[in-house]
């Protein structure tokens, strides 16, 4: 099973369109997956229509309680699964606090049912708190979404300082696979100044000893379309939504560009 | 002094570059500004050419160490100041989770200079943990910037539930200003589709008992203009980069449209 994290505690910048749209171009790649919201704000889950009630077990049920993963997860497209997310993870950041070994609690769960799809994705929070961490710990790759803006590049560098304590510390296979650029305005002159600075940074990092020294910036790029933005009112991905658009095409791309990087493992 | 936190725990929707371009646009008047930058990411700072070296005092030291927030102020503009922020400020949520009263800090050491400016802008991370919580105990007004977007408009319920909550047991004086839409492209279906759903919870919930009983959505709407995104990659507000482009248009009639709200309190 491939265990990816879809990360970047900058916020806003297509994590949440990126883990759902994936996930759902690799399903419909014939790949089994399952899509894991760690997000409090519960996006993913909403992404895809799967509103958290009462007597559901969650992420939440999950970390706190260690409910399996088995019990959390539900189908919501022939060959996709959604472990959802509420609103009660907020509060695990401070209640997990004193737990030992409180990163790994998710690695434990998951390695309980190691082959129980072709590919996990996980959906992460802006921030590099407990509940990324325990993110971090249960994968083996991460993908960085990234916004072609100065704010965004800002970050990278504390980004992947946390994965290379994680990868020290919790979880010595950990790598960074690559970089996708979201939200493109292809032509303006940021992009390019972005672009360049970017790869400049993991040209110098190819072959050293960091998690992300075989990260690559992806061929595909993510173009800004609003059709992507219309979509989780719908409930649905972009594949559901309007098939045909730049969007899907894009995503469709992306999922075939990461699933043809690796044999599934 | 009128002390307004800028804040949605949605990810990327324009707070900090809210938070610098009202703070620039203000000072720009002729108030005398203070912007506080709550965010552990330290974009507020980055956007003003502000990076915290050691020995500097940041928001870290002002929170887990109590010193004076006269000593964590450095003057950028005429009529500017900034207290930095840090990385270090990501470890001040779980270092404060035991203290007594830890959401009243901020407040505290504000409230030994209660005329040291004309305005107090914060800008906050997105999330609503302890960071967040002493900004809304610490300031009369809280103005959300919002993508015209679903998933942005999904997380407003619970950040109004939050302010209700900090109201009822922090900061009874806390009340919403209002809303400003940011990012936005106006000709979309998208827009008119989230606007229409806002005017209408705004509409119903006025004159009721809730903060947000008297926001309005400000006239003024930040349109979507690549300077905005690149001036933060050399240190200077809107105002220092491309002072008459649309996005400086229209944080300076935003400033207008706030600063007329109300009597300076
Ligand atoms: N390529 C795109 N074109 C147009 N809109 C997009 C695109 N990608 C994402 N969006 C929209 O931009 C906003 C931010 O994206 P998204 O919520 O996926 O980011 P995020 O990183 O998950 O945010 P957060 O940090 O809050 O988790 C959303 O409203 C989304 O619908
Ligand atoms: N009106 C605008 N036009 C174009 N780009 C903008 C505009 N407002 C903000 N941006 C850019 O969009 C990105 C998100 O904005 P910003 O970082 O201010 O949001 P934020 O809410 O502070 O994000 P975070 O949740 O990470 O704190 C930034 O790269 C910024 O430069
Ligand atoms: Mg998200
Ligand atoms: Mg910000």
Request: aromatic share 4%; proline share 5%.
């Amino acid at each position: 099973m491939r265990r990816i994290a879809i990360l970047n505690q900058k916020g806003g910048v297509g994590k949440t369109t990126t883990s759902v749209n994936l996930a759902s171009a690799m399903s419909g790649a014939g790949k089994t997956v399952c899509l894991i919201d760690l997000d409090p704000q519960a996006h993913a889950s909403a992404h895809l229509g799967v509103t958290a009630t009462r007597g559901m077990n969650t992420m939440y049920d999950m970390l706190v309680r260690q409910t399996p993963w088995e019990q959390t997860r539900l189908q919501v497209e022939p060959n996709l699964w959604v472990t959802p997310s509420s609103l009660d993870l907020a509060a695990a950041e401070v209640e997990l606090s004193g737990m030992v070994g409180r990163e790994m609690i998710l690695r434990d769960l998951v390695q309980a049912e190691p082959n129980a799809f072709d590919v996990m994705i996980l959906d992460c929070a802006p921030s590099l708190g407990v509940l990324t961490l325990n993110a971090l710990t249960c994968v083996d790759e991460v993908i960085i979404p990234l916004q072609p803006h100065f704010l965004a590049l800002h970050g990278l560098g504390k980004l992947l300082e946390t994965t290379s304590l994680v990868t020290k510390r919790l979880n010595p296979t950990l790598k960074v696979t690559g970089v996708v650029l979201t939200l493109c305005d292809l032509q303006t002159k940021l992009t390019h100044e972005i672009v360049e600075d970017l790869c400049r940074f993991l040209e110098k990092a190819r072959g050293g000893k960091t998690p992300w020294a075989d990260a690559e910036l992806f061929r595909t790029r993510i173009r800004r379309n609003i059709k992507l933005a219309e979509c989780p009112s719908f409930g649905k991905s972009i594949f559901g939504y309007a098939p045909t658009c730049n969007g899907a095409e894009d995503y469709a791309l992306l999922a075939q560009e990461i699933l043809n990087l690796q044999p599934a493992v």
